[in-house]
Nanobody, 124 residues
Framework: QVQLVESGGGSVQPGSSLRLSCEVS????????VGWLRQAPGKEREELFC????????SYSDAVSGRFTAFRDNTKNAAFLQMDALNPQDTATYYC?????????????????WGQGTQVTVAS
C-alpha cells in the first residue's frame, strides 16, 4: 500500500515561512508525478503545483505565485513545499498526492494516492 505522510504544518503569524514535507514509502517516487494541493474550509480544493517525473513541472495557482515553491528529491523519496510570506488566505489543509503520467497543462487535480494532509493556520 502506497503511503504518503505530510509534515511541517502549524500555526504561524502572517509573513512567516513554513516548509512542508511529503515522505513517500512503498513505491519509488521517481515513477510518479507529485501534486501539492490545499483545501480551505468551505472552499474547493486547489491544486498548487505538479512536479513531473522528468522535470515537467507546472504551477497552477496565481495566489501563491512568487511566494511558494515546490520541489522533489527522488533520492530521499520525498517532496517539499516551501511557503514564504504566508498570509491568512493560505490557511488550509495541505496535501501531497501521486499519480502516474505527466503533469497536465491545466490543473486537473486527479491523483491516485493521497496523504492525510497537514494543517497550516496563518493568523495574528
Amino acid at each position: 500500500q502506497v503511503q504518503l505522510v505530510e509534515s511541517g504544518g502549524g500555526s504561524v503569524q502572517p509573513g512567516s515561512s513554513l516548509r512542508l514535507s511529503c515522505e513517500v514509502s512503498r513505491v519509488t517516487l521517481r515513477d510518479f508525478r507529485v501534486g501539492w494541493l490545499r483545501q480551505a474550509p468551505g472552499k474547493e480544493r486547489e491544486e498548487l503545483f505538479c512536479l513531473g517525473r522528468l522535470g515537467d513541472d507546472h504551477s497552477y495557482s496565481d495566489a501563491v505565485s512568487g511566494r511558494f515553491t515546490a520541489f522533489r528529491d527522488n533520492t530521499k523519496n520525498a517532496a517539499f513545499l516551501q511557503m514564504d510570506a504566508l498570509n491568512p488566505q493560505d490557511t488550509a489543509t495541505y496535501y501531497c498526492a501521486l499519480h502516474h503520467g505527466s503533469c497536465p497543462e491545466r490543473s486537473e487535480g486527479f491523483y491516485d494516492y493521497w496523504g492525510q494532509g497537514t494543517q497550516v493556520t496563518v493568523a495574528s
